[in-house]
């Protein structure tokens, strides 16, 4: 089976840095992705982790444990376009299956 | 141009009607995908295609019938639909089906079943 939480909900003020937790216990795993989703839009890509550690890219990085089935996001500097979805993806077998995501609102 | 393309964008209709929703791709990728999206934000693969034969099929209930007559183009034709088919239904493309793949998504067809 597959199982995959994050929190539902986060807070965060403007310029400040914020983590975003995902814990997954899935039968198989490729790898593991990130995706934004703004209110009413499509998600799109934000990384993709394989090997355990960190991947950085710009304001964004995320971190891979596959031995604690462990995964972060974390966003820097943050900005109020920040604001939106963020949702883990655990990759197996040529499906990707999406955790409920995590609604992050950055305030001034 | 847009990658991922979608009709309609949105699409009202009674209970017992059937509709489809077209999906295109310009980005010369070998696999598509349908994902149902409801109201709390869930977002669950119904379907896979990888150059129009089918791989993936999630327990969707039968009166959703996917079809893909070429690569580039992956239909969805739902029969008698239902209250709970209320969603937003987002059709993704990747390169092939290697789980490395980053996917790219259409912008979504909201559906109200009344």
């Known amino acids: 089976g597959q199982n995959i939480d994050q929190p539902t909900e986060m807070t965060a003020t403007e310029g400040a840095i914020v983590q975003i937790n995902c814990t997954y216990q899935?039968?198989?795993?490729?790898?593991l992705f990130w995706y934004q989703q703004h209110a009413g839009e499509a998600p799109t890509f934000l990384s993709y982790n394989v090997l355990d550690g960190l991947e950085e890219k710009g304001r964004f990085s995320s971190f891979l444990s596959r031995s604690k089935g462990y995964s972060y996001l974390l966003l820097k500097e943050l900005q109020m376009k920040d604001s939106a979805s963020y949702l883990c993806a655990v990759a197996n077998a040529g499906k990707s299956t999406f955790g409920d995501g995590t609604t992050l609102t950055v305030k001034p | 141009d847009t990658a991922v393309s979608q009709t309609p964008k949105y699409l009202v209709t009674q209970m017992g009607n059937d509709k489809s929703i077209k999906c295109e791709q310009n980005?010369?990728?070998?696999?598509m995908y349908w994902y149902k999206q409801d109201s709390k934000k869930f977002l669950k693969i119904m379907f896979s295609?990888?150059?129009?034969?089918?791989?993936i099929n999630e327990t969707v209930p039968n009166r959703f019938s996917p079809k893909s007559p070429d690569k580039a183009h992956l239909n969805l034709h739902i029969n008698s639909l239902e209250l709970g088919d209320s969603a937003v239904y987002f059709c993704?493309?990747?390169?092939?089906?290697?789980?490395?793949?980053?996917?790219?998504f259409g912008p979504g067809t909201r559906l109200t079943v009344l």
């Open positions: 899935t039968s198989g795993f490729n790898g």
């Open positions: 295609y990888n150059n129009k034969e089918l791989i």
């Open positions: 993704a493309s990747s390169l092939s089906t290697g789980s490395y793949n980053e996917q790219f």
């Open positions: 980005l010369g990728h070998d696999t």
